[in-house]
């Protein structure tokens, strides 16, 4: 691990080291400011913000709703079909707007499948991060294949823009359905691969269990969600507890941790939950495509005019890494007078002072790495 040293206090038994930005293990450009005694972590701060684009500001500047919709992608662009549903579902919201069949059961699948994609990047990551080299090149296979689902749709590989007010920017291509089968069929056996290579691997559970503890109640405390907060036995998922789109129609489970080999709320629950839940994305996109009408425009319900009438909305939807919100203010203007996001990524990354305190700095790692932060999420 690269570090600088910073201070190092007087009685010379702690020093202040930086940790990134932009090392492998941070995920991204955050900085950590962490002081230690010897191997020990006293204290890890995270230093935020060399990734703001200001998207809130600049979604209120653009003056049209419909043009914020790719920059919604660049919150989380691991899961930027998540963060375009959300957004686009708050100002049909504004608008009232009821959007066909076929266009919903669409944009369950590309969201499911985008979780999974998801979920891969971070199990794929998280085991990098520990020393394992194998699982990553795995995920990867797979994530690969998810994304030239969503190429073949959509047009573009992580930044899509598919998602509109209304419907999609266009229909999915005529053997959509079939690829999508086939990627089910062969990922169920990819994933009792990643439990031998990963789940059971004893070095794994050592470098897992037991650390970055997160209490039920702190996680509740903090405002945690996703994963992390379902790692620590909390069973609470907006697509079933506040339902959305059409996810009420789906028979799905909600992992949660429960300290099979260390205690509830560690590291390895947090990544057990991740696992598990990409069995559920693939039930849930399996009832989506028998249900789904084989007809429809996905433009027939797109409005010409985006003018929503004076008034204000909060829609919340679960993106991989949890409660992805929305608050827009309607002036009755072409474009929002205020938006806010609240990104899972921003509220799950403040929970590491706490998590962090008495845990070794190798350790340090895997706490990062299994809260599985995006840093556009956190700094928008």
Known sequence: MKTEVLTQEADKRTMTINMGPQHPSTHGVLRLEVTVDGEVVKKAKPDIGYLHRCFEKYAESLGDYAKVVPYTDRIDYVSAINQEMGYVIAVEKLLELEIPERVEYMRVILAELQRIASHLLGIGTFGLDLGAFTPFLYCFIEREKILRILEKASGARLLYNYICIGGLMRDIPDDFKTETREFISSFRPKIDELNELLTTNSIFIDRTANIGVLPEEVAL???????????????????????????????????VGSGEVGTTGDCWDRYIVRVREMIESLKIIEQALDQMPDEGDVQEAVPRRVRPKEGEVYVRTETPRGELGYYIVSDNSSGPYRVKARTPSFVNLSILPAISKGALVSDLVAIVGSIDIVLGGVDR
């Open 221 to 255: 405390n903090y405002g945690a969600s996703g994963p992390m907060l379902r790692g620590s036995g909390v069973s609470w998922d907006i697509r079933k507890n506040d339902t959305y789109s059409i996810y009420d129609r789906f028979e799905f489970d909600i992992p």
